[in-house]
């Protein structure tokens, strides 16, 4: 049973451009959650999708975008890269109407804006 | 303040030694709880869910004071292997987790 992809596993951008992150949810599991985590701190929430919807969202700005396809997989796309958007960027998959629920959490996508 | 606020750490302690730790939350609707372990430079993985009643596996305890927003973790007979970073996280609205910044374990020989 493979659990959640993610990849790439490292990208290097520099500032402006734009990237594109990648995420397979563990088998049976139809939610998909972004978090972004800073050296040093806990996972910051980003969003959340189900049914292809994005139902939650942190306080992130609009720069951070997402889509969910009809295999539950999911990307996060980061517009205008910033200095400050350089972290480990998290993917957990659950299955959302089996609560309370835990989640599972990828390898990550670690990525570097010089 | 932070939603979800831990002890700083870091935590340097003997093999054998029993360590706890802190988690405090602010959002009294907040509904389920869990610790999530993650190693240096990995995801976090799930450690254990948190009930009222208090759980415990192995050599690990979970407790959750609801009426305090408490949460706390308590391992005993430390292990090498237990060195890690230890995360309390906090669900409000359904799958919406909150972490907190984690405490950092380091089991000395």
């Known amino acids: 049973d493979a659990g959640v992809t993610q990849s790439p596993t490292h990208l290097i951008k520099t500032r402006g451009q734009q990237v594109t992150l990648r995420c397979s949810p563990k088998s049976g599991h139809d939610t998909v959650s972004w978090y972004q985590q800073a050296l040093g701190q806990g996972p910051q929430f980003i969003f959340q999708?189900?049914?292809?919807?994005?139902?939650q969202r942190g306080n992130f700005p609009d720069r951070f975008s997402g889509h969910q396809y009809p295999n539950y997989s999911s990307e996060l796309n980061v517009n205008a890269l910033l200095l400050g958007d350089s972290a480990l960027y998290l993917c957990?998959?659950?299955?959302?109407?089996?609560?309370?629920?835990?989640?599972?959490f990828g390898p990550g996508t670690r990525l570097t804006v010089l | 303040r932070k939603e979800v606020e831990q002890d700083p750490g870091p935590f340097n302690v003997p093999e054998g030694a029993t360590v706890a730790f802190n988690c405090t939350y602010s959002n009294s609707a907040s509904q389920s709880f869990f610790w999530y372990r993650q190693d240096c430079r990995k995801e976090p993985k799930l450690l254990m869910s948190?009930?009222?009643s208090g759980n415990e596996d192995g050599r690990f305890t979970a407790q959750l004071n609801r009426a305090s927003q408490y949460i706390s973790l308590l391992i005993r007979d430390s292990k090498l292997s237990d060195s890690a970073t230890y995360l309390c996280?906090?669900?409000?609205?359904?799958?919406?987790?909150?972490f907190g910044p984690g405490t950092r374990l380091s089991v000395l020989p």
């Open positions: 999708y189900y049914e292809e919807e994005e139902r």
């Open positions: 957990a998959s659950s299955q959302r109407m089996v609560g309370p629920d835990t989640q599972y």
């Open positions: 948190v009930y009222s």
């Open positions: 996280v906090v669900d409000n609205y359904g799958q919406n987790f909150v």
